[in-house]
């Protein structure tokens, strides 16, 4: 008899539970669907997000300067270390004058801040190397949540845009110069001929210096002082004179 009162109650809980659980795993679904709702995919370019923010001004300049702007506005997939303006007030003014007036230069650092693909933060790990769009080596660094390009601290990650990926910087970052080649030795220089000294005219008497100078005196005391001629290629003696003038003995 107690059996059949109690079975009732239980069924009657049992339907109680589920309509709770039902409500309970309904309302969980809801929520689920509305925080995937909230997040929303990009619908910017990588250009088209550094120009509209201000923090990205100098940048964007030299972007346009280097004609790379197209590069960042494509469809091709890229991850941008991107220097704030901060980051390029710690560069002295005369390298990026240097740098604004040589697009080649230019060209070449920004692309050092250029890796081909998407890498979120979540994609570097450990210690490695990347290479940049202009092919050189990029070293990495991630100690807990610090993560170091180069000489750059990566300062806001994962700002996402419709081709790729940008992780703000807090340095500017110069690629290695390559090693200049050796300059090869120049050629020895053959001796140059001997070059007859300058004749003086017979009225004078002539003295011959080391240097292949000739000075020229006069004949008599009172006639002109004397003249030093140097044959070339000696330049020993200011202005050259390619030949002693002709003096005529005469008293002054």
């Known amino acids: 008899m107690t059996n059949k009162k109690l079975f009732p109650a239980v069924v009657a809980s049992l339907l109680i539970l589920g309509i709770v659980g039902g409500s309970t795993f309904a309302f ?4 689920m669907s509305t925080t995937t709702s909230t997040v929303k995919a990009p619908t ?3 250009a088209q997000i550094a120009a509209s923010d201000p923090d990205f001004s100098t940048l964007v300049s030299l972007l346009q300067k280097a004609n790379l702007t197209d590069t960042l506005n494509g469809t091709t997939n890229y991850t941008v270390f991107a220097p704030t303006n901060a980051a390029f007030q710690k560069v002295p003014s005369s390298t990026l004058a240097d740098l604004a007036n040589n697009t080649t ?3 070449n650092v920004l692309l050092y801040h250029v890796v081909p693909g998407t890498l979120l933060s979540k994609d570097i790990k450990g210690n490695g190397t990347l290479t940049t769009a202009n092919g050189l080596p990029l070293t990495y660094s991630v100690d807990g949540t610090t993560v170091k390009v180069d000489n750059a601290t990566v300062t806001k990650a994962d700002i ?3 081709n790729g990926v940008i992780h703000v910087i807090d340095a500017v970052m110069i690629p290695p110069t390559a090693a200049a080649p ?3 030795a120049a050629p020895p220089t053959a001796a140059a001929p001997p070059t007859a000294a300058a004749t003086c005219p017979a009225t004078t008497s002539a003295t011959t210096s080391a240097q292949g100078c000739t000075t020229c005196q006069p004949a008599t005391s009172c006639c002109p002082p004397p003249v030093t ?3 070339p290629p000696v330049t020993c003696c200011p202005p050259p004179v390619t030949c002693c003038p ?3 003995p005469k008293c002054c």
């Open 28 to 31: 969980a679904q809801t929520q």
């Open 44 to 46: 910017q370019t990588i």
């Open 105 to 107: 230069a230019l060209k």
């Open 160 to 162: 996402t845009a419709t």
């Open 182 to 184: 050796p300059t090869a």
């Open 229 to 231: 001629c140097c044959p």
């Open 246 to 248: 002709v003096v005529t």
